[in-house]
């Protein structure tokens, strides 16, 4: 009798497996930003390039995790409410926004009934009350506050033995707010300010075929009488008149602040710590060079990528544990890992000091201690916080 036996079964092919998708938002604000020097004007892509190039790096690791993160990018009409916006982005499945937007409309899509479900991170705006007074528990702060950069300028003129500071500050608001933590800091380190004066944005052309002529004589005459001095700081977020002053002051002297050596979260010049990678890969895809706000997007969107490969899911309050772990520390091409300040949601981050053709130091300064980390010497430590989530 003949006997059939059944052929074993080819196992089944192994099904794909489900890919976890996350969504990012990009709010960007409405305002255009302005310079003195045509050459200083931002992209239209200053930030949100920056973000896709972030991505572009978390896809390269979540292909092997099963992870795709994607962007979807608005931009504030003149006038349009940021918390409909975020209203909106969250109605597309975002959890994650990354803001660049003044302080008010932060402050108002943080506060909206969408934001209660998401994390934002603040790329593009340096208040201190946004890390202080109206500081938010869904609010991460990629950007440095003002007082970080204030600070990392003063240890580096307190190292160089510059303490006699002659500071010039714009007349619009944050103009004065930026010369506050100036002042601010040169208490906290031992400079004296020497004189103050207030230059007047009285509006009217800034590039015009006589300028060079008549600001070449303005800038000596409007700096001249100055008790002696070793640097001149400028505070001028405006953009109005600080270019103006390197090499046209009465007396001989450096220049600070909003021009000449400035403080910043990241520079093109960079090429330290493998920076110069990131620098080329990003030239490559945007055929242009990666400024402040492009580095402070890439960091937060690696934020979110490196707390997904840790297998925090895909909503505000598994990510914000991870970030808030001792788990988290991203390397961003700064020499040191970056993690975040428990107290009010900052990253803590080395600042570059810039003359715009190199990194002419980093802070902190050697010397400039701190009993946990030399980085919680930039800006508001614990004991000075008044967050309150």
Known sequence: ???????????????????????????????????????????????????????????????????????????????????????????????????????????AASDSLAAAKMLIFNVGAPDDSLRQE?????????????????????????????????????????????ADDIKRSAARFGAKIVEERVFEDRGGARQSDSGVALIQK?????????????????????????????YRTWDPRPVAG??????????????????????????????????????????ATRMIGEAASHGAADDAAAMKAFLLSKDFALAAFKGQKLTVRDWNLQLRQPILLSDGRNVVSVSPQEGFLHQFSELDTLGYDRPESKCRF
């Open 1 to 107: 009798m003949l006997f059939l036996r059944a052929a074993p079964s080819q196992p089944a092919a192994d099904a794909p497996r489900p890919v976890q998708i996350f969504k990012i938002g990009y709010l960007r604000r409405a305002e255009v930003e302005t310079a003195i020097s045509r050459i200083e004007l931002p992209a239209d892509n200053n930030g949100e390039a920056g973000a896709l190039a972030g991505l572009d790096d978390d896809n390269d690791t979540g292909e092997f995790l099963g992870q795709k993160f994607t962007l979807v990018a608005r931009r504030l009409k003149p006038g349009e409410d940021a918390a409909k916006a975020l209203g909106d982005l969250a109605g597309e499945g975002v959890n994650f926004v990354v803001a660049d937007l003044a302080e008010s409309a932060l402050v």
């Open 258 to 299: 909003s021009a000449g050596l400035v403080p910043t979260s990241w520079d093109p010049s960079n090429e330290s710590w493998g920076a110069e990678q990131l620098q080329r890969r990003f030239e490559r895809k945007f055929s242009r060079r990666m400024t402040a706000l492009d580095m402070n997007a890439w960091t």
């Open 218 to 246: 303005q800038i000596p005459a409007f700096t001249q009488g100055a008790p002696a001095y070793d640097i001149l700081l400028a505070a001028d977020e405006s953009a109005v008149f600080a270019e103006y002053l390197p």
């Open 134 to 178: 109206s500081c938010r528990a869904n609010v991460f702060h990629v950007a440095p506050s003002r007082a970080m950069l204030a600070d990392a300028l003063a240890q580096y003129l307190i190292w160089k033995q510059w303490r006699k500071w002659f500071l010039v500050v714009g007349s619009h608001a944050e103009d004065r707010l930026w």
